[in-house]
């Protein structure tokens, strides 16, 4: 059982910029964030593999999100700057997802079996 614990979710207003932590009892092959809306899927926007440290977004994170780990730390980073206000939602960590068969993270929520308890991030005009 992994455990993860998110923080650094807040208010900000449109451009500005937030940092997301979170500690993971362990690293796994495939960690990421996601993101969710009420009455929406979860949906993926930043994945990394950490035996290579390859890294995927959501076409929408391009450019403006950065995921990235401390290993002697245990700590999973989301970097997020330009935000917009479609960025709003809760963000999740997530641990234990599998990689493919050709070595990649895949990006499916439903391959994730570990998550934290979610941060809120608000972004006004």
């Known amino acids: 059982q992994v455990q993860l614990v998110e923080s650094g979710g807040g208010s900000v207003e449109v451009g500005g910029s937030l940092r997301l932590s979170c500690v993971a009892s362990?690293?796994?092959?495939?960690m990421g964030w996601f993101r969710q809306v009420p009455g929406k899927e979860r949906q993926w926007v930043a994945i990394?593999?950490?035996?290579?440290?390859?890294?995927g977004y959501q076409e929408d994170a391009k450019g403006r999100f950065t995921i990235s780990k401390d290993s002697a730390k245990n700590t999973l980073y989301l970097q997020m700057s330009q935000l917009k206000s479609e960025d709003s939602a809760i963000y999740y960590c997530?641990?234990?997802?599998?990689?493919?068969?050709?070595?990649?993270?895949?990006?499916?929520?439903?391959?994730?079996?570990?998550w934290g308890q979610g941060t809120q991030v608000s972004v006004s005009s």
């Open positions: 997530a641990a234990g997802g599998e990689l493919s068969r050709w070595g990649y993270c895949y990006i499916g929520f439903e391959n994730y079996p570990y």
């Open positions: 362990e690293i796994t092959d495939c």
């Open positions: 990394i593999n950490q035996h290579n440290g390859g890294t």
